[in-house]
């Protein structure tokens, strides 16, 4: 928890200062009762970090704007922080009492005008097979081939300013128990104004293909993300191989495996070195630092936090006599942020050490026969 915030609020605090002016406007309607209320002080306690103060948005969408509250009712805003959004950093939030959540939504509502929308019950009827035809033509290159969403996340600072909020997964099992067909139609026939979701009607669609869209939406129900269940599996936290090679020998193993992969290395130093007395670092531990541009640049695009582990590192160390490969295991990240996207890429990178440290301590062939 320590980790997340220290991570959390460096990325946070530009967002911050820049949303100030906006803020004004949006706290001014916030009324003083709201302000004070249980329902702003357990917003501010479990939402507000991701979300904004007054639901401005940050690693999370925003919540404020009023197209989004008028598309959705308060049932989908209390499914979504109970179940939260599996695979996607919304996390659920299973302890706080009915009364809580009611609060919470209470208080959201209160960003606008207060009002509940009411949404006809009647499931939308459409043919999916015509709304997969356009879906990939007009929604995949913002929610993704099969509805997984955009890259990163809530209000991005490497996305443009007018495309600056994230697109949401629409597969996602959290999504599709909290959205009802007709407040998925709504927001296609009306869009979002202030966020990169058009209104469909107003682009030329017909009410027909809309149906049909909303139907394929919700054929992905039946499509669950496979990787969405490996997200809360525990994983060692330092992958770490005996070597059988001398320390010296298993230093050039290991940067000629890096260098066969098509990765620079940036620099080595010595662990310790910076911190302990110059000329008194253990000369026995080795950091080898290392990346590719692109694997940096889609990181970092994917979320800024991945610079906590980006670079690459692999320290080889001897001690008493014993030669060892270690590194962090960058997939314990992954499971900690609840994001898939960052989970496959985390995935990536421990493929990545795990075959570096097999090529480096990988005996030849004689040695295995006569040992
Ligand atoms: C760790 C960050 C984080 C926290 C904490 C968090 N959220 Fe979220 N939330 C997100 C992200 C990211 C999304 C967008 C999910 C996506 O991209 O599919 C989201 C989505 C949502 C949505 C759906 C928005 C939409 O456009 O449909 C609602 C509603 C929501 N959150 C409410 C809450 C509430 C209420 C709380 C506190 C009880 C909360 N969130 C806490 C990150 C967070
Ligand atoms: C230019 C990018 C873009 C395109 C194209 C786009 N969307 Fe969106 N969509 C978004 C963004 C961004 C949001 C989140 C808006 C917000 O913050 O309320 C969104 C929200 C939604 C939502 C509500 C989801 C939620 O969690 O609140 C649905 C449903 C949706 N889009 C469906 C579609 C469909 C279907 C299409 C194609 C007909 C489409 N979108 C095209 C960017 C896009």
Do not use: W
Not at 59 to 76: E, K, Q, T
Not at 180 to 192: A, N, P, V
């Amino acid at each position: 928890m320590r980790f997340l915030k220290r991570a959390l609020f460096p990325a946070l605090m530009p967002l911050l200062v820049l949303l100030l002016s906006a803020c004004t406007e949006i706290r001014e309607r916030v009324s003083d009762r709201d302000v004070g209320s249980e329902g702003a002080r357990l917003y501010a306690l479990h939402c507000s970090a991701c979300h904004g103060d007054f639901g401005l948005g940050g690693v999370g969408v925003p919540l404020a704007l009023p197209d989004f509250l008028d598309s959705i009712s308060n049932r989908y805003i209390e499914v979504t922080i109970r179940t939260g959004r599996p695979g996607r950093v919304m996390p659920p939030f299973p302890r706080l009492s009915d009364e809580e959540v009611r609060a919470i939504v209470e208080y959201i509502r209160s960003f606008t005008h207060g009002r509940e929308p009411e949404f006809p019950p009647e499931p939308v009827v459409g043919d999916p097979k015509r709304g997969e035809r356009l879906y990939a033509g007009f929604c995949a290159k913002c929610h993704g081939a099969s509805g997984e969403g955009g890259k990163g996340t809530g209000l991005s600072f490497s996305r443009p300013r007018d495309l600056s909020i994230l697109a949401p997964a629409l597969n996602n099992p959290g999504y599709l128990a909290a959205a009802s067909d007709q407040m998925i139609k709504h927001t296609l026939m009306e869009g979002r104004r202030g966020t990169p979701m058009r209104s469909f009607l107003a682009k030329g669609l017909s009410e027909r293909d809309i149906d049909d869209l909303v139907s394929y939406i919700r054929s992905f129900q039946h499509r669950t993300p496979a990787d969405v269940a490996m997200l809360q599996r525990p994983v060692k936290a330092v992958l770490a191989r005996r070597s059988p090679y001398s320390y010296e020998r298993t230093l050039e193993r290991v940067r000629r495996s890096i260098a066969a992969k098509g990765l620079g290395i940036l620099r080595e130093e010595f662990l310790g070195e910076g911190i302990v007395e110059p000329g008194t670092e253990n000369a026995r531990q080795r950091v080898i630092y290392f990346v590719d541009l692109v694997m940096l640049s889609d990181g970092l695009a994917l979320d800024p936090r991945m610079g906590l582990f980006l670079p690459c590192r692999i320290t080889v160390v001897e001690q008493d006599g014993v030669v060892k490969l270690m590194a962090a295991n960058p997939q314990q990240y992954a499971a900690l942020f609840n994001n898939s996207a960052l989970n496959e890429f985390g995935r990536m990178l421990f493929r990545t050490y795990l075959s570096i440290f097999e090529e480096a301590t990988l005996r030849h062939e004689k040695a295995r026969c006569c040992s």
